[in-house]
């Protein structure tokens, strides 16, 4: 619940989605960022859905832990 206090009041993109369906490409880039950014130091969220990922002041979050996983090397990843 700390989280959600310090990054109050974000949305996630599935409510962003519905509220600016004709104008998500912008919110769609930033998370792809961010899905980019985290694969670049070796992290992969392996339950990637709109709802795991929260907006607050142009910053995205990633939630569901238990869906995250990092590579022992840090390294970027790569496709399978």
Request: proline content about 4%; cysteine-free; charged content about 20%.
């Amino acid at each position: 619940a700390l989280l959600f206090d310090y990054i109050y009041p974000a949305q996630n993109y599935a409510a962003l989605y519905a509220e600016h369906k004709d104008n998500f490409n912008a919110y769609l880039e930033e998370l792809i960022k961010a899905v980019a950014n985290l694969h670049q130091v070796g992290i992969q969220q392996n339950d990637l859905h709109f709802k795991n990922f929260l907006l607050h002041e142009n910053t995205t979050y990633v939630l569901d832990p238990a869906s995250i996983k990092s590579n022992a090397s840090r390294q970027p990843l790569r496709e399978s």
